[in-house]
């Protein structure tokens, strides 16, 4: 029996031995531990962390925007796929590497004229329910910031429960979906903590989540916050 040679089969064959083979000395991605994550964010601190101290807790890998920068962490894993456009497609036509698989946390940062921390923004999206953190800077001339809040979040079609200027606390709730959003003032720092209770993929969280872009970024946007 005559066994014909398949030149284009022997070579993807031959590929993707060596791509296992230098897989097999390289990392095999990672999992985002949600402990880790919040030990790097609890190190960061507004109106004293520096953009060195935020590289040295969450890394040089972000986006390069002067005052506000973006990170990304997601979990990894090694993988090999046909490649379809690029050089050398019809020498190489496999490609292999580390590529990210699910996102755990989006975190974004912005800073003042000084280089200095005056916002921290962290989603995250380990399980439900995904909790969204937001810290701002308070302007020193701002005028009772707790009821300045209050309004923005009423605006946004929330409720306001339990307003204590005493404690600097209250809690928004999201009628329509049942999601609360925790305010906490302590000195100069404003602190929103959202809770959001339903599936990623439920029209509920979609509808919350836009709601909740719409409350911080008026707040971001308000001459509350530095």
Not at 11 to 23: D, E, Q, R
Not at 25 to 31: A, D, K, L, N, R
Not at 175 to 187: E, F, Q, R, S, W
Request: charged share 25%.
């Amino acid at each position: 029996m005559k066994i014909k040679f398949n030149p284009k089969l022997w070579s993807h064959t031959f590929t993707v031995a060596i791509l296992l083979a230098v897989a097999g000395c390289s990392t095999s991605g990672q999992v985002i531990s949600e402990s880790t994550m919040e030990e790097r964010i609890n190190a960061l601190r507004i109106g004293h962390s520096t953009k060195t101290d935020v590289e040295k807790t969450l890394g040089l890998d972000h986006s390069t925007d002067r005052n506000r920068w973006g990170y990304n962490f997601s979990d990894t894993a090694f993988d090999i796929s046909e490649r379809k456009q690029g050089p050398g497609l019809g020498i190489i036509p496999i490609s292999a590497g580390v590529f990210p698989t699910n996102t755990r946390a989006v975190v974004t940062v912005a800073f003042n004229d000084t280089g200095v921390m005056k916002r921290l923004e962290v989603a995250r999206f380990f399980e439900e329910p995904f909790i969204n953190d937001y810290w701002y800077s308070i302007n020193d001339a701002a005028k009772e910031p707790l009821d300045m809040i209050a309004k923005i979040g009423e605006a946004a079609g929330m409720k306001v429960v339990g307003l204590d200027k005493e404690t600097g606390m209250f809690t928004l709730e999201d009628n329509g979906t049942k999601a609360k959003i925790a305010v906490k003032l302590d000195g100069q720092t404003l602190r929103l903590t959202s809770r959001n209770p339903h599936h990623r993929l439920a029209s509920e969280y979609r509808a919350y989540a836009k709601r909740e872009s719409a409350l911080t970024s008026r707040i971001a946007e308000s001459e509350i916050v530095q």
